[in-house]
């Protein structure tokens, strides 16, 4: 299968859903997104509703420029969302890529 950055991927188990991150997640994050060591070590904050709008169009940018894919985490076992994560430096010809920014 050829990945497609057009393509609107789910990742799912019996736990957790991982779903294309979109704008509109912006309402679903904001409360965690405002826990305190999240943003820590990280360069770009996300923290507070500006920012993390900011943080999750910088995302959208990536994908759409292929360079990322980013997702939206639901924990089925809480019934919540948990936060996102993306595909990364994704190399079409060796067939690889990192998952992080978890």
Same mark, same amino acid.
């Given at each position: 299968?050829? @990945?497609?950055?057009?393509?609107?991927?789910?990742?799912?188990?019996? @736990?957790?859903?991982?779903?294309?991150?979109?704008?509109?997640?912006?309402?679903?994050?904001?409360?965690?997104?405002?826990?305190?060591?999240?943003?820590?070590?990280?360069?770009?904050?996300?923290?507070?509703?500006?920012?993390?709008?900011?943080?999750?169009?910088?995302?959208?940018?990536?994908?759409?420029?292929?360079?990322?894919?980013? @997702?939206?985490?639901?924990?089925?076992?809480?019934?919540?969302?948990?936060?996102?994560?993306? @595909?990364?430096?994704?190399?079409?010809?060796?067939?690889?890529?990192?998952?992080?920014?978890?």
């Amino acid at each position: 299968m050829k @990945f497609s950055f057009e393509k609107d991927y789910v990742l799912e188990d019996d @736990f957790v859903k991982l779903s294309p991150l979109k704008i509109e997640h912006v309402k679903d994050l904001l409360e965690i997104s405002d826990e305190a060591d999240i943003w820590t070590y990280s360069f770009v904050k996300g923290n507070g509703k500006e920012n993390l709008q900011n943080y999750i169009q910088a995302t959208l940018n990536g994908r759409k420029a292929g360079k990322e894919y980013p @997702f939206v985490v639901f924990d089925k076992i809480q019934n919540q969302y948990a936060g996102c994560s993306r @595909f990364y430096d994704i190399i079409p010809s060796l067939q690889s890529l990192r998952i992080g920014y978890t």
